[in-house]
């Protein structure tokens, strides 16, 4: 038993090792292609070329280029007797590694070329034929078994680690500030003027309440036709609630502290979970990639459609204001609506650019008709 978990467990690690340089190669691949457009007219990087850019900069940007070239290099390396196991999503990202190195991997030239020389036959062609290959393989079931044990281990650990980003967080905050926070700050309170200082929003409402009470007993007495009520007796109901809602601006001060105080264990969980599962984010990325890249066309148009109606379009901002409301009352802050204003004509449009540069510079070269697609969704704008 316990050399079959053995087993399982070496499994299970090799999984996440192939997960990890499959994706870490192809996010060197989609460096140097980021840097072929941005710097060579997307074409091959050439080290003699002089760029229009300071020294710096360039030695800055080969420095990028040389380390991504290794690491696709090494990656291709590693992936090499696993091919067979990968589909979908995991071999087109190994198909743009190869395609990457094909360009630079030339031995019998020591610099790249600047055109690339057309393939003898169609890519397509090639691709079938390669299939059937593998089809006639005596080890094409065996490899396919390897395949979905590797995907299945690294959906594992995706769903693991992505349970552990959001339980921790959670967990971490109702534990400190029930077991912790909370009895320190009631212990304390009342003796740091910092603490029990009621902050402006409390102390507005708690005015505000008081001449709505105020309100409420004249009013009481011109309905009931009775006499209105002494000045004496007036201001001693009016101190009692005053000194109720003193209390109760006490408590939400409190509370707010208590939020705040919760909310940085949260984080600083958070932080943790992150720092000690830095490969399994790794294999999360990939499993989140290859489930997003993985949906046909329509469906990516359909949640960028989705997604940027909710959050930058033109009726966000009533979206945007409850959101900003209810973090100002949970931290017990002013809500200030030149700040809230202020938010919504920035952030928004910070947003759609972040958006539309991932678009133009990803989404574009690696499903360009999911763009076509979202562009005539979108009524060819």
């Not at 212990?187 to 005015?207: D, G, T």
Request: proline content about 4%; glycine content about 4%.
């Amino acid at each position: 038993m316990g050399i079959s978990n053995w087993i399982t467990t070496f499994g299970r690690a090799r999984s996440l090792d192939l997960s990890n340089a499959l994706e870490r190669g192809y996010e060197s691949a989609l460096l140097i292609q980021s840097i072929e457009m941005e710097y060579y007219n997307d074409r091959p990087v050439r080290t003699e070329l002089e760029l229009r850019i300071p020294r710096a900069m360039q030695a800055q940007v080969l420095r990028r280029f040389r380390t991504a070239l290794q690491i696709c290099r090494d990656s291709q390396l590693n992936l090499e007797g696993h091919r067979h196991e990968l589909a979908g999503q995991e071999m087109r990202q190994l198909q743009l590694i190869e395609s990457v190195m094909r360009r630079y991997d030339n031995q019998s030239q020591p610099l790249p070329r600047i055109s690339r020389s057309p393939d003898v036959l169609p890519r397509s062609l090639l691709t079938v034929v390669d299939q059937v290959r593998q089809q006639l393989d005596p080890d094409a079931e065996q490899n396919v078994v390897q395949g979905f044990r590797r995907r299945r281990d690294s959906t594992l650990v995706s769903l693991r680690i992505l349970l552990l980003l959001i339980l921790v967080p959670v967990l971490v905050q109702q534990v400190s500030r029930n077991y912790i926070i909370s009895p320190l700050v009631d212990r304390f309170a009342p003796q740091v003027s910092f603490l029990n200082y009621p902050k402006p929003k409390l102390e507005r409402r708690a005015i505000e309440e008081l001449r709505r009470y105020r309100g409420e007993l004249e009013f009481e007495s011109l309905v009931n036709k009775q006499q209105l009520i002494a000045e004496a007796e007036l201001e001693q109901q009016l101190t009692r609630r005053a000194q109720e809602l003193k209390r109760e601006s006490e408590r939400g001060s409190n509370e707010a502290i208590k939020n705040v105080a919760a909310d940085l264990f949260a984080l600083l969980g958070f932080f943790f979970v992150c720092i000690f599962g830095q490969r399994d984010l790794q294999v999360l990325r990939g499993f989140l990639d290859e489930l997003i890249y993985g949906l046909s066309d329509s469906a990516k148009a359909f949640a960028i459609i989705l997604f940027t109606d909710i959050f930058v379009g033109f009726h966000s901002p009533e979206g945007w204001t409850v959101l900003l409301d209810g973090v100002t009352h949970h931290l017990g802050l002013p809500a200030d609506e030149n700040f809230i204003m202020l938010f919504i004509a920035t952030f928004p449009v910070i947003l759609a650019t972040i958006l539309k540069y991932w678009i133009f510079r990803y989404l574009n070269r690696v499903s360009p008709s999911s763009v076509a697609t979202l562009r005539n969704m979108n009524g060819g704008g």
